[in-house]
């Protein structure tokens, strides 16, 4: 019973920690999909967490924190579509600006407003998302097993957690089942089919980005009013490029992005748990160590072990009308 | 008098300096099969581009069905009914045909609805046109011929009237366009008016009821196909006066260049590509490999070229052994004076970002004289180059320019001159005319006739049977990996025809 705790414990930390990736890497397979690289997610969702912690602290409102980091990630987005689809800048280059100036702005912003080395001021918790007791969780709490998978593990988790969630199977719904998705797709192979077919690439594209700083948004926002207090400086932790890994390792698919998300929660969470518990026969592993676990495993997972995983065939690439 | 379709007046187009279009006059007429015909870069593609919203032309005006219309994009082309297949196929390749058809025009925000929808207009396109595919299949799991009868369906689900096809057959294998010809004339039938483009004077004659020609951005003529001669085509394409055949005098074999022994090699997927090939090469001749593509021609050629490992077998060069089993490779060749134009200038011949002078030496910078100490002697390679393109008559004279922003024609000038002016005992030619333009068909065919009569041994491999047999001085016929006959240049069409389909010579004669 003991361990069963244990590993229910350890599975809702997993959860918890894989719902900022699952944002990030949603919000990159719409834009990536579409053929524009981002690697500016790091930024974005850190941009996001700042805007949801200052806005929520200052007006006393989880949801208008929440719309602030949206707001906030979608004009980033919107910068680096303005950088790569109108000017068909490197997508590259112009991710990695977004991701410096979120690390730079929200730093110097947060110590000239706040004066708390970058900091914002904790969130009282009317300004957060709470959790949510799913109906039966409380009763169902004392029957074994079920039960408690239930209450412990399906139910309680703040109202982002399920939202995050429910977007895996709405994305491949998009994706497969409607108009937009259908384009989205196309775009994303070749953008010369959707140009002939009569559809504006540029305004295509401008959306997929929209969609993807939404989606970041909600990632930083989740940061600084569910799993936190407010914004850290660096609160992200490169969880962006994670995300990034996790998209490929996915495939660009959805609900394997789910998996590979929950994944790399997992070694996130265990790397938690195993801090100062000695290993059998190995002994006691360094904190470093456990810490770094989940980077080496993506390397080693994306080295190898996920056959071929082939990019959208346009991704990166500006389109050029042909003469 | 028959109703007009499409009339153009006074189109006019400039990209910058270059001037595409000039004063454009045109009418074609319904129902029909309307031929316009030019060199790569006579300003065709431009010209229908225009009429199909992708670029709009500076000055004139658009008339179809008689009514001026302003075509802004190609959504407007398509209300205005019409549809064009382009040279480059506009399909996704990793989606469905279905969704390929349906994108653009999915009638709803939700596909569901659209799904059946194009599901039975395809059923109906289909039996009136007899241009089956499966919908559910994968664009690249397709044949070209097929993916190009997906483009055809998109046009036609979109209600096209008017059918433009940009260069349709420059992928196809020669059955492949017959059966397009066959879908082309149906659709006539039908009422539809169709717009060919194409710089290959066969098909013009082969299938259109008119046929106009373009020159340097301008309309040189436009005729009913019936009373024009290929060779009165093939002038005002160019010009001036083309040989399309192409004289050449008795060849003077003199000793082995190359010998072939027992070759084998094996294909990507590990299957015999060729199986146990046996040839030979004299100087002062040219041996003609004729066959439908892919029946081992490329790998027969790799083997000997040194890029491709052999199974097994021998191969002489110069009365040398090449190790074609074991450690021989390109550079080592090239050396010993076997020079390769490679069938793809694309993928092996060319680095299309680099300048014309660098893919001028291409495979030869280590040679001495265009080196300066360890570095590239930059001077002596572009006056190189310089004298090569006057050699050549490579258009445009810039040494500078990026290869990619050369004709097909020029580009494959470009390698023949690369390795022509290698003065090599052993020259291999790939389908040295695929892509080019009727002007430099003549011109790269008389260079291929100097160098045997220069006494060196000459391999040519080309699908195209035409070429085989007029530069030919012997015809070795592949099918499925081995060489099936050995025939001289009298011999007929047919004959050659059935041994590319792979029935015996003794078959074919009872």
């Known amino acids: ?323 | 008098m028959a109703e007009t379709a499409i009339e153009l007046v006074g189109i006019d187009k400039r990209f910058g300096l270059v001037h595409a279009n000039r004063d454009i006059h045109l009418r074609i007429d319904r129902g029909t099969i309307h031929g316009i015909i030019g060199e790569n870069g006579a300003g065709k593609s431009t010209l229908m581009s225009i009429l199909y919203g992708f670029y709009q032309a500076d000055r004139g005006e658009i008339l179809v069905n008689g009514k001026k219309v302003s075509i802004a994009d190609p959504n407007a082309a398509i209300a205005a009914g019409i549809g064009m297949v382009h040279q480059h196929f506009m399909l996704v390749e990793n989606f469905t045909v279905l969704e390929n058809i349906m994108l653009g025009v999915e009638g709803a925000p939700l596909l569901s609805r659209g799904i059946a929808k194009v599901r039975a207009e395809l059923k109906r396109l289909e039996e009136d046109y007899e241009l089956d595919v499966d919908p559910d299949a994968l664009i690249e799991d397709l044949p070209i011929g097929l993916q190009q009868r997906v483009e055809i369906l998109k046009a036609l689900y979109r209600g096209a009237d008017i059918l433009i096809l940009d260069e349709p057959t420059g992928v196809l294998t020669p059955p492949e366009a017959d059966h397009l010809f066959r879908i082309l004339k149906q659709l006539k039938e039908q009422g539809k008016t169709i717009v060919l483009i194409t710089h290959k004077l066969r098909e013009i004659k082969a299938v259109t009821d008119n046929v106009s020609v373009m020159r340097q951005g301008e309309i040189v003529a436009t005729l009913k196909t019936a009373d024009a001669s290929v060779e009165e085509l093939a002038e005002l394409m160019v010009g001036r006066h083309v040989l399309l055949r192409v004289n050449k005098g008795e060849a003077k074999p003199g000793d082995v260049e190359l010998a072939v022994e027992h070759l084998s090699v094996r294909d990507n997927r590990n299957c015999l590509a060729v199986d146990n090939v046996s040839f030979n090469v004299r100087a002062g001749e040219i041996v003609g490999i004729a066959g439908v593509a892919g029946n081992g021609q490329s790998e027969l050629i790799e083997a000997i070229t040194g890029i491709r490992r052999a199974v097994s077998g021998k191969v002489t060069l110069d009365g040398q052994p090449v190790d074609v089993t074991g450690k021989a490779n390109p550079a080592e060749l090239r050396r010993r004076g076997l020079a390769h134009v490679p069938e793809d200038r694309h993928h092996m011949g060319l680095v299309l970002a680099f300048e014309e002078s660098e893919n001028s030496i291409l495979g030869y910078q280590d040679d001495k004289h265009y080196l300066k100490g360890p570095f590239l002697d930059i001077e002596a390679i572009r006056t190189d180059a310089q004298k090569k393109i006057g050699q050549y008559d490579i258009r445009p004279a810039d040494t500078r320019l990026k290869t990619a922003n050369f004709s097909g024609g020029n580009q494959q000038k470009i390698v023949l001159a690369r390795e022509i002016e290698r003065d090599p005992s052993v020259l291999i030619v790939a389908q040295p005319t695929r892509g080019v333009d009727v002007g430099a068909i003549e011109f790269i065919h008389r260079r291929i006739i100097e160098m045997r009569d220069a006494g060196k041994a000459v391999l040519l491999v080309s699908v195209e049977l035409d070429e085989i047999r007029s530069l030919s001085d012997r015809i070795l016929v592949m099918f499925a990996g081995r060489i099936v006959g050995e025939c001289g240049p009298e011999a007929g069409e047919g004959e050659i025809g059935l041994l590319m389909a792979g029935v015996e010579k003794k078959a074919a004669a009872e």
């Open chain 1, 1 to 323: 019973m003991d361990s069963y705790v244990t590993v229910l414990q350890l599975l809702d930390s997993t959860i918890r920690l894989s719902v900022p990736l699952l944002f990030a890497c949603l919000a990159g397979l719409y834009s990536e999909r579409a053929g524009i690289f981002d690697i500016g997610l790091e930024g974005k969702m850190l941009a996001g967490a700042f805007a949801a912690g200052t806005a929520a602290y200052l007006t006393g409102s989880a949801m208008v924190g929440l719309l602030a980091a949206v707001l906030v990630s979608v004009l980033l987005g919107l910068v680096h579509g303005f950088a790569s689809i109108t000017h068909r800048g490197n997508q590259i280059v112009s991710g990695v600006a977004i991701n410096f100036i979120a690390a730079g702005t929200t730093v110097i912003l947060g110590q000239a407003w706040f004066s708390q080395g970058g900091r914002t001021p904790s969130l009282p918790s009317s300004a957060r998302f709470g959790t949510l007791q799913l109906p039966g969780a409380e009763a169902l709490k004392d029957v074994p097993v079920i039960g408690h998978l239930y209450s412990e593990l399906i139910s309680g988790h703040s109202v982002l957690v399920y939202l995050a969630f429910l977007m895996v199977p709405f994305t491949w719904w998009v994706l497969q089942r409607t108009r937009f998705g259908l384009r989205l797709r196309a775009v994303g192979e070749n953008p010369a089919a959707v140009d002939t077919a009569g559809i504006s690439v540029t305004w295509l594209r401008y959306r997929a980005v929209i969609c993807c700083g939404i989606l970041c948004g909600l990632a930083g926002s989740y940061l600084a009013q569910a799993q936190g207090a407010g914004f850290v400086k660096d609160m992200t932790a490169g969880k962006g490029y994670i995300a990034l890994a996790a998209l490929i390792f996915a495939k660009w698919r959805p609900v394997n992005a789910m998996f590979a998300c929950l994944l790399f929660g997992f070694l996130d969470a265990l790397a938690i748990r195993m801090q100062g518990h000695p290993l059998p026969l190995i002994g006691e592993v360094p904190v470093q160590f456990m810490q770094a676990l989940p980077y080496m495993l993506t390397v080693i997972l994306l080295a190898g072990f996920i056959g071929k995983a082939i990019p959208p065939k346009a991704g990166g690439v500006p389109y050029v009308k042909e003469r």
